[in-house]
């Protein structure tokens, strides 16, 4: 296990060690969804905000693009733990499949 598949779980730990001290625990796998859903609408919001023609109004709070980045990652290690999925496996298997599936997609880089 490399060191960024060791820091993956131990945020995953961080997140069900904090969870687990309430009754509620972790919500529903549909809850979940709308958690992530809800949390990518915000983070597209303040992407428009910055790159994008719709500028915030002055009564808006002044938020950045990596907290909203920040509270959507949490959301997905919180859905990933309440199914028993580990993060690093997921991801594994991701790069996997688009390494072999996209390595002659683009166009290299010369010196590579």
């Known amino acids: 296990m490399t060191n ?19 009754e509620e625990g972790y919500f529903s796998p549909l809850a979940m969804t709308a958690r992530m859903t809800e949390e990518l609408g915000e983070l597209a919001r303040e992407v428009n905000h910055y790159y994008g023609e719709k500028a915030k109004k002055s009564s808006e709070k002044e938020k950045l693009i990596e ?6 990652f949490f959301v997905l290690i919180t859905f990933a733990n309440s199914l028993n999925i580990d993060l690093s496996e997921s991801f594994d298997m991701s790069m996997s ?15 590579q």
């Open 4 to 22: 960024s598949h060791n820091d993956l779980k131990l945020m995953q730990e961080r997140v069900d060690n904090f969870i687990s001290q309430f």
């Open 67 to 72: 907290e909203e980045l920040g509270d959507l």
């Open 97 to 111: 499949k688009i390494e072999q599936r996209d390595q002659n997609r683009f166009t290299k880089k010369e010196n």
